[in-house]
């Protein structure tokens, strides 16, 4: 029962949708006019709603490309360790200002990883945009330009963020239970 697992909802669905328009507005003033040629990066899975949701409020011409990596084993923890599973090339990453869009930000590990990976290819600029934030548990020192909220070190699920592989289709962000978690590791 999906009671059982959440201890409380953190993120409203209306509150995702006020976050995204603020970022959305940032990202117009920043991107918008000018000579940028904006690309947003989405991190699947977690940041594909997020994505989708923001280049929606997005009012200019952009273009999408997607990346996956693997930071977690299958537990909580960051391990560190980034793997690349799945990369996207072009031939003009010279001329492109790259936008990452994360789901959340923990360690810092993996978008530390996918601004240097972007800047060896040759890209023109590199940004990164996350709708959460935990700076409690950085590792590394790893600032996002756009954030949508900070919030406390607490496992969180749904609006793309998964719990075991499940729940990213909840419409709102909410704080596990920590006894299911226990019962499932
Ligand atoms: P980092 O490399 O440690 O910053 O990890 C970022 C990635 O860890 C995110 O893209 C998520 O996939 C995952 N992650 C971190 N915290 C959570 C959480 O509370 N719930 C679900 N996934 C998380
Ligand atoms: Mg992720």
């Not at 693997?70 to 923890?77: F, K, L």
């Not at 040759?122 to 949508?148: H, I, M, N, Q, W």
């Amino acid at each position: 029962m999906l009671n059982n697992i959440i201890e409380k909802v953190l993120v409203t669905e209306e509150e995702i949708a006020e976050i995204i328009d603020r970022l959305a507005a940032e990202i117009n003033a920043d991107y918008g006019s000018g000579d940028k040629n904006l690309v947003v990066v989405s991190v699947l899975k977690g940041a594909m709603p997020f994505t989708t949701d923001l280049m929606k409020k997005l009012d200019f011409v952009s273009e999408l490309e997607c990346v996956r990596v693997s930071s977690y084993g299958s537990g909580t923890e960051s391990s560190g360790k980034i793997r690349m599973l799945l990369d996207f090339d072009r031939e003009d990453f010279s001329e492109c200002d790259f936008l990452v869009v994360e789901d959340i930000v923990d360690s810092g590990n993996t978008l530390t990883y996918l601004v240097d990976h972007l800047k060896k290819k040759g890209a023109r600029s590199v940004k990164t945009c996350t709708l959460l934030d935990k700076p409690s548990r950085r590792k590394v020192d790893f600032d996002p330009e756009y954030v949508g909220k900070e919030i406390p070190d607490e496992f969180v699920f749904g609006y793309g963020l998964d719990l075991f592989e499940k729940y990213r289709d909840l419409p709102f962000v909410a704080v596990v239970n920590p006894e299911y978690i226990k019962d499932h590791v």
